[in-house]
């Protein structure tokens, strides 16, 4: 949690994260082996480990918290930087890190929603054995939101400007080209090895000393998991992973 106070901007992010995770005004969820009635249990969704109806995130408390604390201390540091989240769903972790740019002034930083707006590739085992067992594109259904229903998500929230920029296509396609420049927190949630690689291959080496990387799936996802240690060891990244919850984890790059 972070520590608590009555500011303003304390009480609107609150109140934002509340709304992103239906905390505030329950919806259900998809029956998964997570969350196998497909009740709304307030206590999966705070962890993040159901697939919600309507939320805009399933990222749940701790994973927006950390996000939240993650853009407020590079604020506060002048770490120089836009924000980027590759794998955005409907967009409610990435909303909230124009949210906290709005509430504390900053007017000169990007936040970049990066998606395939159609779900996840299908594996490519020859490519990425450690994604053979991945199955995520089955879902895809659900896992794929349309651009247009992104845009609609910030837009509710009021946070749709010229400071949210969109990249569309997979990220194999869209990263080595992508006019994005100093990273002062990067935010990986794609799931799979591939995804989780073509990320780190393309936009590790633009995120600032001081910044941050945060992995969704790092404990969840055995697949994703190895691609953080193939590529911290491949350029000896020896920067501690700290854990957020279940599954998110994140450090702080120093060299
Ligand atoms: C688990 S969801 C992200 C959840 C989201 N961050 C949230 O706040 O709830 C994974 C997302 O990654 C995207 N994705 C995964 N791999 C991708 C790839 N290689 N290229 C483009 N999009 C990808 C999917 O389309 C999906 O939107």
Redesign the pocket.
């Known amino acids: 949690m972070l520590p608590s106070d009555d500011s303003p901007q304390r009480l609107y992010l609150e109140l934002l994260k509340g709304c ?1 995770t239906r905390l505030l005004f329950p919806d259900c969820c998809v029956n998964t082996q997570l969350a196998p009635t497909g009740q709304f249990d307030p206590e999966a969704r705070r962890n ?1 480990q159901d697939w919600p109806y309507e ?5 749940g408390m701790k ?1 927006l918290d950390n996000v939240e604390h993650c853009v407020r201390d590079v604020l506060r540091r002048n770490v120089p930087g836009d924000l980027v ?10 909303i909230l890190m124009r949210g906290v740019l709005k509430a504390y002034g900053d007017t000169s930083r990007s936040v970049w929603v ?8 299908r594996a490519n085992p020859d490519l990425c054995p450690e994604d053979a067992e991945d199955r ?1 594109a089955d879902f ?1 259904n659900y ?3 349309p651009l247009e229903r992104v845009q609609a998500n910030f837009e509710r929230y009021n946070l749709l400007d010229e400071q949210v920029r969109f990249l569309k ?4 396609d ?1 990263l080595p080209s992508a006019p994005i420049g100093r990273i002062a927190v990067l ?1 990986l ?4 090895y ?2 989780t690689m ?1 990320s780190f291959t393309n936009l590790y080496d633009k995120v600032q000393v001081g910044g941050y990387i945060i992995v ?2 790092y404990g969840a996802l055995a697949n994703c998991r190895s691609a953080v240690h193939d590529f911290r060891n491949r350029r000896g990244i020896l920067d501690p992973i700290q854990s957020i919850d279940w599954t998110g984890a994140f450090w702080q790059r120093t060299e």
Do not use: C, H, K, Y
């Open positions: 992103l993040g939320a805009e995130t399933m990222i994973r989240e590759a794998g955005v769903w409907r967009g409610g972790a990435s990066v998606d395939s707006f159609e779900g996840l590739p995520l895809n896992l794929g939101v296509g997979w990220f194999r869209t935010r949630d794609g799931d799979m591939e995804s073509d969704d799936d």
